[in-house]
């Protein structure tokens, strides 16, 4: 069991790794693709508030699988 929830935590870790770099804070992703970024506070549209809401669903499976794993090893 501490083995799966260990394999988890390694692919969930590595997923939002990558999803907060490819959330560019300043430009956003508009601007990482070479687009104009004409304000610093944009709505988010399209992939950029797919990301915003993946990386929040990644935090959050992270954290339970931080307990989870608490509770296993306790």
Same mark, same amino acid.
């Given at each position: 069991?501490?083995?799966?929830?260990d &394999?988890?935590?390694?692919i969930?870790? %590595?997923?939002? $790794? =990558?999803?907060?770099?490819?959330q560019s804070?300043? *430009?956003?992703l508009g601007?990482f693709?070479?687009?104009?970024?004409?304000? &610093?506070?944009?709505a988010?549209?399209? %992939?950029?508030? $797919? =990301?915003?809401?993946?990386?929040?669903?990644l935090? *959050?499976?992270?954290?339970?699988?931080?307990?989870?794993?608490?509770i296993?090893?306790?």
């Amino acid at each position: 069991m501490e083995l799966y929830i260990d &394999i988890a935590m390694i692919i969930t870790s %590595i997923a939002l $790794v =990558l999803s907060v770099i490819l959330q560019s804070k300043g *430009a956003g992703l508009g601007g990482f693709m070479g687009g104009d970024a004409g304000s &610093i506070f944009t709505a988010r549209r399209g %992939i950029e508030k $797919v =990301l915003f809401r993946v990386t929040i669903g990644l935090s *959050a499976l992270f954290f339970v699988l931080a307990i989870i794993a608490t509770i296993v090893r306790g």
